[in-house]
């Protein structure tokens, strides 16, 4: 690389320094508290590296975080190597890539938004030599797309993506909805504080709705169904959320839905002896049944086939 | 010809078949390339955003080194027909969205497997020492029987083949029309030319490439018109909004231009697909709102509408079908002994009913 050679070094004034640019934006969203108070108390060992973008304008190229901390601490100047503006955005990115694998391991929202610019600045077949190998991203196949559309997610949705709070599946479909629906989606489901999972049942049956009928998903979630139950307060948050994803089910797969409600009306009418359950068959694919039996002893389950078996009409004839 | 095809690779041990040089012959402007260039190639599409749509205009002519005969990859659970699937080759130069292949075959390309000589007899050993009764074999499964038939010449030959068997039939299933060079083969009632069909509006709007519809339909009617028994296959079905409408238009169609008498069978198989097919599709074409549906996980796995739904489908479809001509042979796809009773009113407990049932309409 030729950009070594061109390096300035200097002390620069934090406040010259536009921390928000992203040309060279790696996410890194572990707590910044930690790096302060480290670098309160030893300072900045290894000096950042910006770019002079104009003049008098610097952008970070590595070690974006430890500027931030800097200017939380008041810092007025910071000892840091320049690039000259001659410098390639290319270039620029892949120093910070290398820095940046090189100490931590990328969570999915961080590969999602490297993988997403890199794709934007390299052919393709760069990265997939290059870079993917240390992103652990296979080139072939459907997920680099997918990597590449979540990573213009807002931050967000990257942000609880990162935390693990959001499947990379239901980012990839948040991906697929306008801004303001997805970021509503965002909210609904965290004001049901569903887990990742049933967060992404949620969004996957929403968003099946929204395309099946081509209604927004802000038109379901605020279907006043919906609203009844996200409006009362009387209940828990865990109890709205159990029947907010009643309704979606009930939305999304009706002839099921029917098909238990008539399986249990049926059941009802039936003496239900303790140690016995009845399941109808799988996903109702047939009118067969199972009754399974279960007691803590033998003694007991006979106890239970005996009772089931006086309650069998007798057989007639000869 | 009629589909694209930029651009053709010939596997070395490839290049000395009779079935390359006619194939080169019939496509003289198109560049082609003999030898290894094949991984490069795969290599450099497989990086594609759609690797498909580069693929489906490269032709690969190799040999097929493994058995050309395989059994139909039914599922448990499900009634399975017991087709035999000869493998001709794989790929299609057509483009259906719901089109299983997307996620099924690991290389983009077409492959024609160019080795005829191996095939037919690996076709004839099969078929002459097997101890099992009547075959059915068919060879639209991992690509469409006669898409490329005006360029191999492959069906006609096969035809001519299954018209000496006794014990055997051959099923071309297909979403073209490329029924000329057939039309001059005596099939003796052991071939069944089988149209995949659709409503009018899937078939226009989700089968990229495919004839039209009408055309399909006057193709079964030329073809029957030959000798050939005609076969139909609404696979899938895709309930939209107003469904019947549509898949009613075609039904009558089909028995306003076809003698149902000469229909050997009409196959009916409810949209069902294998989970990761719904984000390749998306990834291609977008959300497209009939793969959105309520779609549950079915015995095998796949995913399937609920069975009251399929039930109620199949039963007006066969309704229709059987108000147009009583006798029809109809038949659903991978279904529940279930399903056939309480939609088509047939008792049809294992593959081997289905089986008979099917073998009845062409044994003789
Ligand atoms: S014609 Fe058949 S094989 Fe070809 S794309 Fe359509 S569904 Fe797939």
Known sequence: MTWLDHIRWTDLEPAHMDLEDRTYYIPCRSDLQGLVRSIRQVGILSPPLLQERSPGRFIPVIGRRRLMAARSLEFTRVHAGVLPETVLEQEGFALAFWDNIATRPFDVGATAVVVRRLLDLFPRITVADLFLPSLGVQPEGPRLERLRAIGGLEEPILAVLSAGKLLEKSAALMALLKPEERLGLLDFTESLGLNANKRAEVIERLFDLSVLHGKGVLEWITDERISAVTGNHELSVPERAAKVREIIKAWKFPELVRSEQAFGSWLARLPQPDGVVVRPSTRFEAERCKMELSGLSREEVERIIRMIGEGRPRKTGA | MRFPIDRILIDEDARDEPLTEEILGRLPHVPYGVGNQFSVLCRELALERDPLAGGKRILR????????????????????????????????????????????????????????????????????????????????????????????????????????????????????????????????????????????????????????????????????????????????????????????????EIFRRVDGSGIAWISLGVLRFVPHLKDAVTSRFGPLPYFHDGFLSGLDGKSRLHSDRRIAIYRLMAERIRSRHKDCRIYLCMESPYVWEKSLGISMGSNDDLRTYLDDAVAA
């Not at chain 2, 080194?65 to 395989?70: M, R, S, T, V, W």
């Not at chain 2, 299609?92 to 005829?116: H, K, W």
């Not at chain 2, 018209?163 to 069944?192: H, Q």
């Not at chain 2, 069909?197 to 039209?212: K, L």
């Open chain 2, 61 to 252: 002519l190799m040999r097929h080194k493994g058995a050309f005969l395989k059994p139909c990859p039914g599922t448990r659970n499900y009634v399975c027909c017991g087709l035999e699937i000869l493998h001709i080759g794989q790929g299609c130069p057509m483009d259906c969205t719901y089109c299983a292949l997307q996620v099924y075959l690991n290389r983009p390309v077409i492959e024609v497997f160019v080795n005829l000589d191996d095939l037919l007899r690996d076709l004839k050993e099969s078929v002459a020492h097997s101890g099992r009764g009547f075959r059915r074999i068919c060879t639209g499964e991992f690509t469409d029987s006669l898409a490329l038939e005006p360029l191999t010449g492959l069906s006609a030959r096969l035809v001519s083949f299954f018209s000496y068997l006794e014990n055997a039939s051959l099923e071309l299933k297909t979403k073209t029309d490329f029924i000329e060079s057939l039309l001059d083969v005596d099939p003796r009632g052991r071939t069944v030319l089988s149209f995949s069909v659709n409503s009018p509006a899937i078939a226009a709007r989700e089968e990229f490439r495919a004839a039209a519809l009408d055309r399909r339909i006057a193709a079964a009617s030329r073809a029957q018109e030959r000798g050939y028994r005609i076969g139909f296959h609404f696979d899938p079905i895709i309930p939209e909004t107003d469904w019947s409408t549509g898949y009613f238009r075609t039904i009558d």
